[in-house]
């Protein structure tokens, strides 16, 4: 157990009444006090910029004149996966991604940790971007067998490098990483059959028929 002691000296107190000078010495007492170290718990708030810190917060941040924010550490992806042992819950700002990103485990996967960006999209699913999937050979003939296309790398290549954007806009719309991704089928044109879509996001079919003009699949992609 430690303990500190702090003495209060014995202090001089002068008097001036004009060219004369008394001096009183006043003499107090020292007092040594200790201070045992370690006994109790100290909880508290702390609050920037602000007396009154808000109770359910450990750090209150106040802006005081309304133009500053917070700014949390800034890398880039290989430098956020180099990370050894990040904590649940961590956040960093993904320079490559531009987004902040949360280490993180899903409901659906308790305990399966991964960063994930939060500010790509306020919703939480998007729809498959349009996409032919091949059922002929090109001479006509059906597709023989089980197909496959990928279905994440269709939707990464439309919004990595659109044909065409409006003035001012970035060159790449922000996109999600494939393992961040669940992969849905919600309607399948009776032409084609969806025997499976793997978690990297390539979907399996067989080709039942060919296609007329308007037949299509209906794809959803929902973030983990």
């Known amino acids: 157990m430690g303990y500190t002691s702090v003495t209060f000296l014995t202090p001089f107190v002068y008097f001036f009444n004009g060219n004369n000078m008394k001096y009183l010495n006043i003499r107090l007492l020292a007092i040594v006090t200790y201070v045992t170290l370690g006994i109790y718990n100290v909880s508290a708030q702390i609050g920037v910029n602000t007396d009154n810190p808000n109770s359910s917060s450990v750090l209150d941040l106040n802006g005081y004149s309304n133009d500053k924010g917070l700014l949390i550490p800034r890398m880039t992806t290989a430098q956020k996966l180099a990370i050894v042992s990040p904590a649940s819950g961590l956040m960093v ?54 197909q496959s296309i990928n279905l994440y ?17 970035p060159a790449v719309i922000p996109f999600f990483n494939g393992s961040q991704l669940n992969y849905y089928v919600t309607y399948c044109d009776p032409c084609i059959t969806v025997t499976g879509i793997s978690e990297a996001g390539v979907m399996s079919y067989r080709v039942n028929s060919l296609p007329n003009y308007d037949a299509f699949v209906n794809v959803v992609f929902t973030l983990k």
């Open 153 to 169: 790398n269709v939707y990464y290549t439309g919004f990595n490098s659109p044909r065409v954007k409006s003035t001012g806009a």
């Open 93 to 146: 700002y993904d320079t490559d991604y531009r987004c902040v990103s949360l280490y993180k485990d899903t409901p659906a996967n308790p305990g399966t940790f991964s960063w994930s960006c939060l500010t790509l999209y306020n919703r939480h699913f998007l729809y498959m971007p349009s996409v032919n999937i091949p059922t002929s050979d090109g001479s006509g003939s059906l597709l023989v067998g089980t």
